[in-house]
């Protein structure tokens, strides 16, 4: 009897034993975490075909598991990028604020506040509705100029710092005419001599100065209506503005 115990107990120990065995050999192993640069390899691969979340799940394993690897600041500018082109704005501006906070210094640290800026230009509104988007695609326009004057999209930046400022006054002036047209003639000057002050370089001087005017006559300034219309036909006669400036002095009234 106790060679059969015997035997029963080690039957037992060999079975649990290899039970084991099995299991362990059926457990999947984990996947293996690629090196940086064929991480970054598929990533732009990926990028390139139009296949972004794939490129993402790329550049973030770089930046969470490679964080000190050299291409770990350019995956964290091409996650951006990848919301950027996918046309996921607010989560591309997330990234690229967070490329600047971290990498402000990068030798693409220019390219990324260009890409940052024009995450803010490229949701312009029309007039009629709020400009705050302009004002913010502005600001980080004027960042980049300052802080990259030798950046090769300084030039570009430069243009759209004006088209920024131009929306922003014509916002002003569309406004002021409603305000005017509402029986708010002091409403109006105050913003349309804002226009003159802060954006006295942009397009719609001319009819900032004929409105102007015409709040003027309504409000009894004939004299200085008068100069503002002298103004508007001498230094700006070819435009609509100009032109409707002469007529209005041929008969103020």
Sequence with gaps: MPDVRRTLVILVIVGVLGSSSGCAYLTPQPTPILPPAELYSKGESDLARGRYEDARTSFRTIVERHANASAAPRARFLIGEAFYREGEFDKAIKEFDAFMAFYPRHQIADLVQFRLAMSYYDQ????????????????????????????????????????????????????????????????ARQRLENVLKEYPRTLVVPETLFLLAEVNFHEGKNPEAVNLLRRLSSEYPHTEWGRRAAQRLRSPN
């Design 124 to 187: 312009l509104k029309p007039i009629e509705q709020d400009q705050g988007l302009t004002a913010k695609a502005l600001e980080q326009f004027r960042k980049l100029v300052k802080e990259y004057p030798e950046s090769r999209y300084a030039t570009d930046a430069l243009a759209k710092i004006d088209i920024c400022r131009g929306r922003i006054a014509q916002k002003e002036v569309w406004v002021a005419n409603y305000y005017f047209t509402q029986g708010n003639p002091g409403g």
